[in-house]
């Protein structure tokens, strides 16, 4: 049996590497951009609910209209697990805040925990 010359060698890897590539660029690709768009996720989530913890009139104000829309949307549109565990987060801190337009000690408490929970939470 014989072995093949190293330019053979070197071009079977050379074509092994490339079908790896194509393989598996699709993948790694899908999995940085749902990366990146849940990070902008919690970002938006984080962002909007710690301005609505002081606010007076919270259901007249743009960010909890804006965070509304925003989860309702995203809970439409998650696609795998770990999305869904930041729009379960974002839904708690929406219902926290339920109907009331300014938030008692206790809801604070619990709509910053739950930001805290969404800072934690692993992309």
């Known amino acids: 049996m ?3 010359s190293l330019a053979e060698w070197v071009e ?9 590539v194509a393989l598996f ?6 999995r940085q951009e749902n ?3 849940n ?4 970002q938006v989530i984080i962002s909007t609910a710690g301005t609505l913890l002081d606010q007076t009139e919270i259901q007249k104000s743009p960010n909890f209209v804006e965070l509304q829309q925003f989860v309702s949307i995203y809970a439409v549109l998650s696609t795998n697990s770990k999305t869904i565990n930041i729009i379960e987060l ?9 109907d009331n337009n300014v ?5 604070k408490q619990i709509v910053k925990q739950n930001i ?3 800072k934690k939470l692993k992309i």
């Open 25 to 30: 660029l699709p993948y790694y690709q899908q």
């Open 90 to 98: 974002g839904d708690n801190i929406l219902d926290t805040i339920a």
């Open 103 to 107: 938030l008692n000690h206790d809801q």
């Open 12 to 20: 079977g890897l050379g074509e092994l590497l490339a079908v790896s």
């Open 35 to 37: 990366k990146k768009k």
């Open 2 to 4: 014989e072995i093949g």
């Open 116 to 118: 805290n929970d969404l």
């Open 39 to 42: 990070q902008r996720a919690k």
